[in-house]
């Protein structure tokens, strides 16, 4: 894999990319670290680099459900209302009486499997215009105000109808935490992030690791990047499971490689194979990713593998035949709306990121350096 630093490089000599930090590893350890350019001001990228992940925090939910789900403590078919009474009051957008959203009851009942794999209904303003309208007219907050409040978006669809990316799994975050009893935060302390050796995953960056946090920006009109100030909200109401959490490289592909490793890493046990089997397994029942068409100016649209079959699994997004190339049917992936990215291929025994921090996300000059990295990764397999 003696290319991939030069892959890195490339993407930050033509401004792909303000900075970039990838990481390659299998079962058994780390097998390629590298970064380029300047995380913020005057600092160079490096392994220890603290991003802030948003989505890739929704893995790491959905593994503290399935922990719960192994323990017989929670049934993914349980309706979400069951457990938090105050999810039955969500019902279904149905469109507009003027100014006024039409809503209705929806005509079946959310369960904590359609959370997980986002088939609740509950879809985000940045790929959804109805949602905007609705914001727009309503002055619903947004999920990243942190209040429980904005917990509260309206249904897109029925439950089971189709997949839609959304705050499903802020809602699987207050599920775990009513079934267990532990905060959110401690639960992932104490059941992942300690018995994983995760020392630099947390929702609040501490003092001392302030001075690693890396800088965001925004490419603007004029092709060029700029700063903007964008995070998850501090000491929020509720820590959202879908977006709350800081990491770096070392520690997610951590995470990454207990998948690999079918729920355990260096002794440590998280999951059992079964569940780790169960969790990795298409859980749509029928239905398919569906491609997500920008709203926003923040994000392009997202169609990662035209003409390949998308679904979830209980984690993740999962691909259902080889990418030439690249990976492997079965393997999963997902990433962060500042352009952190990551996969496992259990078929491959390779794990992968590629991160930084900018906007837009997946905007095609960064998707042309994930492709680039994905295909060394695999170029240095194939001559091992």
Not at 354 to 377: D, K, N, W
Request: net charge negative.
């Amino acid at each position: 894999m003696t290319d991939l630093q030069r892959i890195l490089d490339d993407c930050v000599g033509r401004d792909d990319v303000p900075f970039a930090v990838g990481m390659v590893a299998d079962r058994e350890g780390v097998r390629f670290s590298g970064a380029a350019g300047a995380a913020a001001p005057h600092r160079k990228a490096a392994e220890d680099t603290v991003f802030r992940i948003f989505s890739m925090t929704k893995a790491i939910g959905s593994t503290a459900a399935a922990i719960l789900v192994e323990r017989g403590k929670l049934d993914p078919e349980t309706p979400v209302e069951q457990i938090l009474p105050e999810f039955s009051a969500i019902q279904v957008f149905d469109g507009f009486d003027g100014d006024k959203p039409v809503l209705r009851a929806p005509k079946t009942k959310a369960t904590i499997r359609q959370l997980a794999t986002h088939t609740s209904g509950l879809e985000y303003e940045l790929w959804n215009a109805d949602v905007v309208a609705y914001m727009d007219r309503t002055g619903h907050p947004t999920i990243l105000s942190g209040t429980r409040e904005s917990l509260n978006y309206p249904m897109m669809t029925d439950p089971g109808a189709r997949w839609g990316y959304g705050p499903s799994i802020d809602w699987l975050g207050l599920a775990v935490q009513k079934v267990d009893g532990r905060s959110i935060v401690q639960f992932c302390q104490d059941e992942i992030f300690d018995p994983l050796g995760m020392p630099d995953t947390f929702f609040e960056v501490p003092e001392d690791k302030e001075g690693r946090l890396a800088a965001v920006r925004i490419r603007g009109a004029d092709g060029n990047f700029a700063p903007i100030e964008v995070s998850p909200p501090a000491k929020p109401e509720v820590y959202g499971m879908g977006h709350a959490l800081y990491s770096t490289a070392p520690d997610y592909i951590r995470f990454l490689r207990m998948f690999l490793n079918k729920g355990q890493l260096d002794g440590k046990r998280i999951l059992s194979e079964k569940t780790v089997s169960w969790m990795l397994a298409d859980q749509m029942r029928g239905l398919k990713f569906r491609r997500m068409l920008s709203s926003s100016p923040i994000t392009a649209d997202f169609d990662p593998f035209p003409g390949v079959s998308l679904t979830h699994s209980f984690g993740f997004m999962r691909n259902e035949s080889d990418i030439p190339g690249m990976r492997s049917a079965g393997s999963q992936s997902w990433a962060g709306v500042l352009n952190s990215h990551y996969w496992f291929d259990p078929a491959n025994n390779v794990a992968a990121l590629i991160m930084t921090q900018s906007l837009p996300f997946v905007e095609p000059r960064f998707m042309r350096c994930y492709a680039e990295f994905e295909r060394g990764v695999y170029a240095g397999i194939a001559s091992a």
